[in-house]
């Protein structure tokens, strides 16, 4: 039975993603504080991507200045 093209995309992701992990350029596994550390980054990064794209869209003044402090805040966390 022939598979659909998406499951075989899918399938290809799946494999660069396991091979893009076995060529870390640490060569070790990482602490759980790295992990930690990296999903956190993970978790601002996008936060932050989500508040850009919402005031691209903001019609309000208060609604955009609030989306502006928050991308501020989100920006000094990244950096820290």
């Known amino acids: 039975m022939a598979r659909g093209f998406e499951s075989k995309d899918v399938e290809f992701q799946q494999a660069e993603a396991e091979r ?27 936060a932050l991507a989500r508040a850009r794209d919402d005031l691209a869209k903001a019609r309000s003044a208060a609604h955009r200045h609030m989306l502006e402090e928050a991308i501020h805040a989100l920006e000094q966390q990244l950096t820290e």
């Open 20 to 46: 893009a992990l076995a060529r870390s350029p640490r060569g070790r596994a990482l602490s759980a504080e790295e992990r930690a550390a990296q999903a956190r980054r993970r978790t601002l990064e996008l």
